[in-house]
């Protein structure tokens, strides 16, 4: 897996170009970097300058850490663990400086503790509000209100951010965020009656950047989130995973800002490990779901759906299933993906030979190909690729 540190970086401008003039972009390396390798990429974002990386939890902030532990102190990025903690992460989250987020007043009593156990500094936390995705975070009203009366007096717990998480943010004009937007703003509203000053607003994902193309009807997330944010004297800011890997949804109903300028940093590649004459009349692979109706030359691969190849781009008689390149053209899968050979037809590319590179992922093939045969969304396709990541600087 070959992951071109010139594609992410050009990603990652491409997306703090779109957020505009005061909306910074955090960078989710969450998921080993969406299966690009957080060590991979941590240290490579850091020097483009992300002020934030984006985990999931304590262990992976921990190898994030440890993974940018030699960038220089004034690029050092700050570290938000997204996806709550369980009550044994508390003493980890403080030791390796992350900044958790949080919306229970459980998980904010194991950080304090935590914090007077090391003897730290009062902790920074961001508070999540659930404004319509019923996963995480705090509901506006009587709930949040109590939560703040006892978050202001806690010595060793600092209110550093208020965020929330967008359900249909690749829907233009979407009802469900319009709402989501109105109980995050009462919410902006009930902490700042708290008498707190968060550092930090931000809210949405990827799509949120690239579905901010300003419509009739609605001048775009960004621009609301600035205004609420600089509202309370707050930066504001947002979250982007996957346009960093250079995928994103199409925006549903709009135009897309970003997602153009976007290009895969991911190359999956592996090699012909066999080549193979069969006859009109043999079928390959599996439950004989494909034959060959012609003399065909195969090739086999050494990969397979314990790999990340979906079983789904398998090819019958009856449907065409997913393709590999080799040598630039096109070789179609036959028969079924198996768990770690997947067989592909050269019988039109001429002077294939065993060892030849194949690309399994990557320019002529990418992952909304493979989302789209295996009826699924990039997302998926990508965080499943299980090959060792390592870093190309190659142009192009
Ligand atoms: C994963 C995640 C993101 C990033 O989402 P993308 O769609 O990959 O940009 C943003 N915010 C939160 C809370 C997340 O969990």
């Given at each position: ?24 972009v ?117 709930e949040?209100r ?36 109105v ?24 799509s ?17 989130l600035?205004?609420v ?29 970003v ?16 080549i193979?004459?069969?006859?009109a009349?043999?079928s ?81 093939i ?31």
């Amino acid at each position: 897996m070959e992951i071109s540190e010139e594609r992410l970086v050009a990603n990652y401008r491409a997306l703090v170009s779109g957020a505009g003039d005061g909306v910074t972009v955090l960078a989710v390396v969450k998921a080993d970097g969406y299966a690009h390798g957080a060590k991979v990429c941590a240290p490579v974002l850091a020097r483009a300058g992300v002020e934030w990386l984006g985990v999931t939890d304590a262990e992976e902030g921990a190898a994030v850490r440890a993974a940018v532990a030699g960038i220089s102190e004034k690029r050092q990025p700050r570290i938000m663990v997204m996806s709550g903690l369980l009550r044994e992460d508390a003493e980890a989250i403080v030791r390796h400086g992350l900044t958790p987020i949080v919306w229970t007043r459980q998980q904010m009593e194991w950080l304090a503790e935590a914090v007077v156990q090391r003897g730290a500094e009062p902790l920074a936390v961001h508070l999540e509000i659930d404004t319509g995705m019923a996963r995480q975070g705090v509901a506006p009203g009587a709930e949040l209100r109590e939560l703040l009366k006892w978050l202001v007096v806690q010595p060793n717990l600092r209110l550093d951010g208020v965020m929330t998480h967008f359900a249909s943010s690749e829907v233009a004009d979407s009802p469900l965020t319009l709402r989501q937007r109105v109980r995050f703003e009462q919410a902006i509203g009930e902490v700042a009656a708290a008498g707190l000053q968060p550092v930090w607003v931000h809210a949405g994902n990827s799509s949120t950047v690239d579905n901010s193309a300003v419509s009739v009807h609605d001048p775009g997330s960004l621009v609301w989130l600035r205004s609420v944010a600089s509202g309370i004297g707050a930066r504001a800011m947002v979250r982007c995973g996957l346009a960093l890997y250079g995928y994103c949804l199409p925006v549903e109903g709009g135009r897309s800002l970003v997602r153009p300028e976007l290009r895969p940093v991911m190359t999956w590649k592996t090699r012909v490990i066999g080549i193979r004459d069969v006859q009109a009349g043999d079928s390959v692979g599996y439950n004989a779901i494909f034959t060959a109706h012609r003399p065909m030359r195969l090739a086999l691969l050494p990969v397979g759906y314990a790999d990340g190849l979906r079983r789904e781009l398998s090819a019958s008689d009856a449907t065409p299933g997913g393709w590999v390149m080799i040598g630039g053209r096109r070789a179609m899968i036959v028969g079924r993906v198996s768990m770690n050979l997947t067989v592909v037809d050269v019988t039109d590319i001429s002077g294939v030979s065993v060892c030849d590179e194949v690309v399994l992922l990557g320019d002529g093939i990418t992952a909304d190909d493979h989302a789209r045969l295996a009826h699924t969304i990039a997302y998926e396709i990508v965080c499943g690729m299980r090959a060792e990541p390592r870093l190309v600087n190659a142009a192009g």
